[in-house]
């Protein structure tokens, strides 16, 4: 039997869980002429969200990953050979030829994949220009070209001053959906919502949630299936979500070790969650000591008061500018994250401290 949970790569049919909301707005607003800009934590399932969405648009796109670019050159590098992916390159030179910078084309022999590079120029930004003009040209109104940016916060490191010359060429275009995804909150946020920000409202906002409980318990109950009773699923089911409040990555990572342990080792299903746990802990203990050791003093507070269900601001030891500032580090690098209140986001780093620290 093949287990019927999948985590650590995009999830697509029959892993992909429930967002049929999401996926329908998501929908009306690439049949518009509008742009989208996607925000939530890391692991919450936004790039698998908004993959299946465009594949079931059926249209022409790219998909990029900004965390991959390091510079101007390897933007358009990038979003040149996502091009060429829909498009094969004998039926669009012809519009190669206007290019400002002639890119330069090799074929990897392994995979007979188009490897596409620049050479640097004095204006690094027309690569940009012509890579998008492109995507324009090869849109027609019923197949419009869809260009997904995950991690678009990555953007302000690449040089100084690129927002507003790509926010300056983006609103031109009229034949391009842009979708902008990122994971860091407070930058996405003053990107897309600073007043004074190049691409401030420059596409419709949605915060990406978690999977809604109801969902999630059913979806846990059904793939489970006949390794135990109806009840018992269920018993387990619940116990996961209270262990995970409903994350999608790390349900989908308990999940699949709590079959594992059920069909391979036949353990009872009243402990099966508790040892599929302590073997999480135990198989990242190496991970988790060496990322205890980045923290400072306060951090650590920090999260050993999250731990016990406490607010960050009930240390009585810690000014709270000081925790402010904490929170803020914490919260930016991914480590915590806050929707009703502040909790660790991964579950069993959180069980990894409870175990091994203490206040």
Same mark, same amino acid.
């Not at 992909?16 to 692991?43: C, G, M, Q, Y």
């Not at 059904?222 to 109806?230: A, K, P, Q, S």
């Not at 988790?288 to 923290?295: Q, V």
């Given at each position: 039997?093949?287990?019927?949970?999948?985590?650590?790569?995009?999830?697509?049919?029959? &892993?992909?869980? %429930?967002?049929?909301?999401?996926?329908?707005?998501?929908?009306?607003?690439?049949?518009?002429?509008?742009?989208?800009?996607?925000?939530?934590?890391?692991?919450?399932?936004?790039?698998?969200?908004?993959?299946?969405?465009?594949? @079931? !648009?059926?249209?022409?796109?790219?998909?990029?990953?900004?965390? @991959?670019?390091?510079?101007?050159?390897?933007?358009?590098?990038?979003?040149?050979?996502? *091009?060429?992916?829909?498009?094969?390159? /004998?039926?669009?030179?012809?519009?190669?030829?206007?290019?400002?910078?002639?890119?330069?084309?090799? +074929?990897?022999?392994?995979?007979?994949? *188009?490897?596409?590079?620049?050479?640097?120029?004095?204006?690094?930004?027309?690569?940009?220009?012509?890579?998008? !003009?492109?995507?324009?040209?090869?849109?027609?109104?019923?197949?419009?070209?869809?260009?997904?940016? %995950? /991690?678009?916060?990555?953007?302000?490191?690449? #040089?100084?001053?690129?927002?507003?010359?790509?926010?300056?060429?983006?609103?031109?275009?009229?034949?391009?959906? &842009?979708?902008?995804?990122? !994971?860091?909150?407070?930058?996405?946020?003053?990107?897309?919502?600073?007043?004074? !920000?190049?691409?401030?409202?420059?596409?419709?906002?949605?915060?990406?949630?978690?999977?809604?409980?109801?969902?999630?318990?059913? &979806? *846990?109950?059904?793939?489970?299936? #006949?390794?135990?009773?109806?009840? @018992?699923?269920?018993?387990?089911?619940? #116990?996961?979500?209270?262990?995970?409040?409903?994350?999608?990555?790390?349900?989908?990572?308990?999940?699949?070790?709590?079959?594992?342990?059920?069909?391979?080792?036949? +353990?009872?299903?009243?402990?099966?969650?508790?040892?599929?746990?302590?073997?999480?802990?135990?198989?990242?203990?190496?991970?988790?000591?060496?990322?205890?050791?980045?923290?400072?003093?306060?951090?650590?507070?920090?999260? @050993?008061?999250?731990?016990?269900?406490?607010?960050?601001?009930?240390?009585?030891?810690?000014?709270?500018?000081?925790?402010?500032?904490?929170?803020?580090?914490?919260?930016?690098?991914?480590?915590?994250?806050?929707?009703?209140?502040?909790?660790?986001?991964?579950?069993?780093?959180?069980?990894?401290?409870? /175990?091994?620290?203490?206040?």
């Amino acid at each position: 039997m093949e287990n019927p949970f999948r985590f650590g790569t995009v999830v697509d049919s029959p &892993y992909f869980t %429930d967002r049929v909301e999401e996926l329908s707005r998501i929908a009306e607003i690439l049949n518009s002429k509008n742009h989208l800009v996607v925000i939530s934590p890391r692991r919450f399932g936004k790039t698998s969200l908004v993959r299946k969405a465009v594949e @079931q !648009s059926g249209r022409q796109f790219v998909f990029l990953n900004m965390q @991959q670019v390091t510079s101007i050159e390897d933007f358009a590098s990038l979003l040149l050979r996502g *091009i060429l992916r829909q498009h094969p390159i /004998e039926r669009i030179k012809h519009l190669l030829k206007n290019f400002r910078v002639i890119p330069t084309f090799a +074929t990897n022999p392994l995979n007979d994949s *188009i490897e596409v590079s620049f050479q640097p120029t004095l204006n690094n930004f027309v690569m940009i220009e012509d890579t998008l !003009s492109l995507a324009e040209k090869v849109s027609t109104e019923n197949n419009r070209m869809i260009v997904v940016l %995950d /991690e678009f916060q990555e953007i302000i490191g690449i #040089e100084k001053g690129i927002d507003k010359r790509l926010r300056a060429f983006m609103q031109d275009q009229d034949m391009v959906n &842009y979708i902008f995804l990122g !994971s860091q909150e407070s930058m996405m946020t003053q990107i897309f919502e600073r007043k004074k !920000s190049p691409f401030y409202h420059f596409g419709q906002l949605m915060r990406l949630d978690k999977i809604p409980y109801g969902d999630f318990l059913l &979806y *846990i109950k059904e793939r489970l299936g #006949e390794t135990c009773d109806e009840g @018992q699923n269920e018993s387990i089911a619940k #116990e996961i979500l209270s262990e995970t409040a409903c994350h999608p990555y790390y349900t989908q990572q308990l999940s699949s070790v709590v079959w594992d342990l059920l069909v391979y080792h036949k +353990t009872p299903y009243e402990e099966v969650v508790r040892i599929a746990i302590e073997k999480l802990v135990r198989v990242h203990d190496l991970d988790f000591e060496r990322l205890w050791l980045t923290f400072n003093k306060t951090d650590r507070k920090i999260l @050993q008061t999250l731990c016990k269900g406490m607010s960050p601001y009930e240390l009585r030891d810690l000014p709270s500018s000081t925790s402010f500032s904490s929170i803020k580090r914490l919260t930016q690098n991914g480590y915590v994250i806050r929707t009703d209140r502040y909790m660790i986001e991964d579950p069993i780093f959180r069980h990894w401290i409870e /175990e091994r620290q203490t206040l």
